[in-house]
């Protein structure tokens, strides 16, 4: 079972365009790969244009075989995304990215499709992410995403190291070295909030 998360970039003052991934949507994949190959908004921007996806990769390569196993290096497609519409040949539209027209909306997208990691790429040409506990069996019990929180080479290293902890304790080995200083970044947005020219926020009053 995959660990769903939901991308989306900003487009406007208080409009998205999302799409669901199903593999992999933690920070030390999902968010490393975004950090570090799609920071830019024209390749953003093309990666979501290309839909739903199975899985991300650091780039988004050509039409493959569904089964193409490609975080293996003697695949020709080694670390291309695969995309249901592309390399499953899925109904375009039925998993084409979809407009969000305020953020508590792409919140809710996000929560009901089972995603426990949202990605936001805003007007600032930042990530920005949130997340939530584990969802099983395909769906979401109701529970809430976190406040959106700048995503960062720390965030990202905090998370790889309790991953590298749970590994070490499961292995008997002594665990890793924490990271210094191992706290989140500062909140960015929370979902009562919606995005006005990227910079200055507004409240609306919407639920947390």
Known sequence: MGTRSYIAVQTGANI????YCHWDGNLRHNGRILFDHYNKRPDVLRLIQMGDMSVLGPKIGTKHSFEEATYKEDSPHYNECTFYARDRGEDTATIAAVRHNSLLQLFKAAENCGAEYLYVFDLKDRWLWAS????FFGGSD???LSALYRLTEKA?????WMHDCY?????????PPRPTPAVKSRVVF???MYFTDGINIKRTGGVR
Do not use: L, M, Y
């Open 16 to 19: 998205f365009s999302g799409v």
């Open 132 to 135: 939530r506990g584990a969802q």
């Open 142 to 144: 109701g529970s809430k």
């Open 156 to 160: 990202i290293g905090i998370e790889q």
């Open 167 to 175: 590994i070490a304790e499961r292995d008997g080995k002594p665990k």
């Open 190 to 192: 929370t979902r009562d």
